[in-house]
């Protein structure tokens, strides 16, 4: 059906010389894509809509026919049910004469009364299809208007069941802004986490929420007052109740700050993916500091920092990562593998981890995999408080 269209569109450019290049071209491609590779990506904002006109979004690349955006709306009930009230329908559809390398297609949903329905989920999902009828969906869940329950997690992107997925809980520290704040989540997302193939990649792993609750934030380290070696702080009673839905909590704040992760909580610059991603991979992988640091217990499953060579060695043969990069970490107490430099691991230290290139390295990528397979299974924290709880 899809190519009957496309031939129709053709025959009209046949009245140019330039429309016969490009039904040959497009005829050729055709021809040689026998099965097409497309791919989608989908975006809002805000991410939490309150009174401003909601924007949905997606991107579809490969070979695009065209891109349907749906959305199917349910009320929140008093225990967190959802009905839907409004069934899973069309909201727009972009669909150019020729098919394209790139298509983005978004729609523009204002409330008739200026403010959205407080206690609505919506379900949001977009389907690409290629000029041979292949299909790429991507689909996630969002609250709309005032969330009902106080004490929980609001969600911005929720992509499934919470325990075959990580959750990640984004608040603000006291002292910025909560209007500030929700404008910026879909940035948090786009330009901090999904600028790494290791959340935009496997983005099914993981459900984003916030709080518009703000907490206190202290360096080094003091989440919820000022820090003391031999007192630790405590989750106090909201953030517990937020860590009952929530594997890690993320405290972002606007200042510069000596940043940290304490078991499920770690603090980042808002506006700083380097800081964002290195203190995620402590919390939400187990990775270690490839810097310095005590060793701490060893942890089960892969690892990115070992006691001795010889350790490094073993699982590096074990894993097929290439020989001669297992060196001294700081001091010669213990080994890493993963390189500094320019393309470098995001977990070593500023000198790497703050290049614009560094990202997760091959060791620290290993223990990541082996974490999704748990997720996969239900236990997506497994072992993770293993770890040094403050790094
Ligand atoms: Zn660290």
């Keep these: 059906m899809a190519i009957l269209i496309r031939l129709t569109e053709a025959r009209r450019a046949v009245s140019s010389i330039a429309g016969i290049f490009t039904i040959l071209g497009m005829l050729a491609t055709l021809a040689s894509i026998s099965g097409c590779s497309i791919h989608i990506r989908s975006s809002h904002e805000p991410m939490h809509p309150l009174t401003e006109p909601l924007v949905i979004k997606a991107t579809a690349k490969g070979y695009v026919h065209k891109i349907d955006l749906y959305m199917e709306k349910s009320r929140i009930g008093a225990s967190g049910e959802q009905v839907v009230f409004s069934p899973m329908r069309i909201v727009n ?9 790139s298509l983005t297609c978004f729609d523009v949903i204002a409330e008739p009364n200026g403010r959205h329905e407080d206690g609505v989920m919506i379900k949001f999902m977009a389907i690409a299809t290629s000029p041979l009828g292949d299909t790429a969906t991507e689909t996630y869940e969002f609250a709309s208007g005032a ?20 959750d990640i809980v984004l608040i603000r520290t006291n002292e910025f802004d909560l209007e500030f704040f929700r404008h910026h989540l879909d940035d948090i997302i786009e330009e901090s986490f999904f600028q790494y193939s290791t959340f935009r990649d496997w983005r099914m792993f993981y459900n984003f929420y916030y709080s518009d609750v703000s907490q206190p934030y202290e360096e080094p380290c003091a989440f919820n007052g000022p820090f003391s070696p031999k007192v630790p702080t405590f989750p106090n009673a909201f953030v517990r109740s937020l860590l009952t839905d929530a594997d890690v909590i993320a405290y972002l704040h606007e200042d510069e700050m000596e940043d940290c992760r304490k078991e499920e909580r770690f603090s980042a610059e808002f506006w ?45 043969h074990a894993n097929q990562l290439e020989e001669g990069y297992c060196k001294p970490r700081g001091s010669t107490l213990s080994w890493k593998f993963d390189q500094e430099g320019p393309d470098g691991c995001i977990m070593n230290g500023r000198s790497t981890q703050w290049r614009s290139g560094s990202d997760f390295g091959p060791a620290c990528r290993h223990r990541i995999y082996w974490h999704m397979g748990n997720c996969l299974a239900g ?4 072992d993770v408080m293993c770890v040094n709880p403050r790094q």
């Design 379 to 382: 236990e997506c924290l497994q």
């Design 93 to 101: 559809t972009c669909d150019p004469l020729f098919w394209k390398r």
């Design 272 to 316: 700083f993916d380097k800081s964002i991603v290195h203190e995620a991979g402590h919390a939400l992988f187990g990775l270690r500091d490839e810097y310095y640091g005590g060793l701490g217990p060893q942890c089960v499953g892969p690892r990115n920092v070992w006691h001795s060579e010889a350790e490094c060695l073993e699982d590096a």
């Design 147 to 166: 969330y009902p329950n106080a004490n929980k997690p609001i969600p911005i992107r929720v992509k499934g069941d919470p325990v075959e997925k990580f």
